[in-house]
């Protein structure tokens, strides 16, 4: 990864040019990053990025929707239209997608050009700062609002307290959800202490029992809904083991292996073993909301102490877990 000076980008009379503010990184980026299986498809060089905010400059002619001066972000995963879940009102699984940053050149620049249609207005009352996390805060609310039961007063597990794992806490929370995290060890330093600091209980379950933890939150009984956000091929056996019968798994992280898991308890107490991909419309503009409500500490998640003169240390930094969501600032 380094820093290049390139041409400001040319629009297409049916495009914007947006000034990027802020974008933040992905663990999506960091396999990209990393050059990880399944992510060999990306051409390089590529200029990543796909989460991010900014603010349009210019219009191309045949677009009427944005003008100069708007503050937008943009869904950074396009679906086709054209296939059977596009027009089955299932676009977050499309089966042509693209995405911004790895199809195509991405948001980590002072300028991007967009296809309007791909994006969204930014409530007045949220910072451009905020708003550069509307993604990933619209797959917490995919998670936790479309494809969970959780309701007020759940017990709640999120397995993995990466940025995704944050965010679906904070939304569980925010419903007014008993929520626990579990982490690990490398979590201990960063993000489990953000989350205690934001009220949420977490647990090291390589430090503490992880079943004792499940029997003194819940009464012994299980938890009500368990997220796996890990995007470890073991989360969902932990999560088998910690949810209550008649309960609910929604697994969030996408495994990174296979593993072998025994269903016999799973069908036994007829728990609902759910999966969410990606994020709707509608969820960018339920993430907005709650982002504009103040329902998501957005300040204490992110972190912009990195610069993009040596992008690198953010993505270390991320893959080691010495933070939660760097985010880089193109614009003051």
């Not at 400059?57 to 944005?66: K, L, M, S």
Request: aromatic residues 6%.
């Amino acid at each position: 990864m380094e820093l290049q000076e390139l041409e400001r980008p040319s629009i297409d009379p049916d495009e914007v040019l947006v000034n990027v503010h802020s974008a933040g990184v992905c663990g999506s980026d960091a396999h990209a990053y990393e050059y990880d299986n399944g992510y060999e498809w990306i051409q390089i060089p590529r200029i990543m990025g796909h989460e991010y905010s900014g603010e349009v400059v210019e219009v191309g002619a045949d677009v009427d929707a944005f003008r100069a001066g708007d503050k937008i972000i943009e869904e950074p995963i396009h679906d086709c239209g054209d296939c059977f879940q596009c027009k089955n009102g299932q676009p977050n699984v499309c089966q042509n997608f693209s995405i911004t940053g790895m199809h195509r050149d991405g948001a980590y620049a002072e300028y991007v050009a967009v296809d309007p249609s791909n994006l969204h207005a930014v409530p007045e009352a949220v910072p451009l700062r905020h708003a550069a996390i509307t993604e990933p805060t619209s797959i917490a609310t995919r998670a936790v609002l479309d494809q969970s039961t959780t309701r007020p007063g759940d017990d709640v597990l999120v397995e993995g307290p990466g940025p995704i794992g944050v965010l679906i806490a904070t939304v569980a929370d925010s419903l007014g959800a008993n929520v626990v995290v579990s982490g690990l060890d490398q979590d201990a330093e960063y993000r489990l202490p953000l989350l205690n600091d934001l009220g949420i209980e977490t647990i090291n379950v390589q430090a503490e029992s992880l079943d004792g933890r499940t029997d003194a939150v819940t009464g012994g009984r299980g938890f009500d809904v368990v997220f796996d956000s890990t995007g470890h091929h073991s989360g969902i056996g932990t999560a088998v083991e910690q949810v209550r019968k008649g309960g609910q798994i929604v697994v969030v992280g996408i495994p990174n292996d296979t593993s072998e898991v025994t269903l016999t308890s799973v069908v036994r107490g007829e728990v609902d073993v759910n999966t969410s991909y990606g994020s709707t419309w509608s969820n960018f503009e339920q993430a907005l909301r709650l982002m504009e409500r103040g329902e998501i500490p957005v300040d204490e998640i992110i972190d912009t102490s990195y610069g993009t003169g040596d992008p690198s240390d953010a993505f270390e930094a991320f893959l080691n877990g010495e933070t939660c969501k760097p985010v880089f600032q193109f614009s003051a």
